[in-house]
């Protein structure tokens, strides 16, 4: 199979996948766990929760890459339109910048502290809707599937990574801001480790530091793949 059915069966996998979980997750949404307040604004704040961004993110990267693959193809033998080569810009942009740094974010930040103490990212509660398959899908699955992208993308390294960082700068105030104002408006931190750090007020920036350093970390280590799989062929222009 060429690189471009190989990124398209990712692509279907990505989709594939999140579909089912959510659907799989939304049937453990009835009856009488909703009786319980936790699991009530558990599911009111649903779409605040950086996780749910991610995956929102490697959906819509995915419809991006699948849609802009499959009219590659329609238009192997003519004369693509020029709109197609900005959809298929604005895909690897999106998936460089955000999607790559984020889903290592989710990945590792999540497993560290959940195995460290779990309360602090993850409530007991949260297993009454949340099966050990929906978190793995979520937490886990995520970490291969932007590995495939990368292996099976034809792309160069970025002269400068100005835009790319700026864009995951925005992206990443955009959520703090979002996170602050769910404290202000509900009294509550979505994830108690951020609340923690919060009350210590030397904390709450340290961690915000590092966070920031280890997506920075994780956005140039896309860039150290795609020299291992890519420069030894011909460059190929985005």
């Known amino acids: 199979m ?19 979980n959510t659907c799989v997750l939304t049937s453990f949404l009835q009856g009488p766990v909703m009786d319980d307040p936790n699991i009530r604004t558990f599911t009111a704040m649903y779409k605040r929760f950086f996780t749910v961004w991610t995956t929102f993110l490697q959906i819509v990267v995915a419809l991006m890459g699948l849609t802009s693959d499959y009219l590659t193809l329609k238009y192997s033998n003519k004369t693509e339109p020029d709109w197609l080569g900005v959809l298929r810009r604005a895909k690897n942009r999106l998936f460089a910048a955000v999607l790559w740094p984020t889903v290592f974010l989710t990945s590792t930040l999540f497993w560290s502290l959940y195995h460290y103490d779990r309360s602090l990212i993850y409530p007991i509660f949260a297993d009454k809707i949340l099966s050990s398959t929906t978190n793995h899908v979520l937490h886990t699955a995520v970490i291969p599937l932007v590995v495939w992208e990368v ?60 966070i920031g350093v280890m997506l920075y970390i994780y956005y140039h280590m896309q860039w150290h793949l795609t020299r291992l799989v890519w420069e030894p062929q011909v460059k190929i222009k985005m």
């Open 2 to 20: 060429s690189a471009i059915h190989m990124r398209m069966l990712g692509y279907t996998v990505t989709l594939t996948m999140h579909i089912v």
């Open 151 to 210: 292996v099976f993308q034809p792309r160069n390294v970025p002269k400068s990574h100005t835009i790319n960082v700026s864009m995951l700068l925005v992206y990443m105030l955009t959520y703090l801001f979002v996170m602050y104002y769910t404290y202000l408006e509900k009294g509550i931190w979505m994830y108690h480790v951020f609340g923690i750090a919060y009350d210590n007020n030397i904390c709450f920036p340290l961690i915000m530091a590092f």
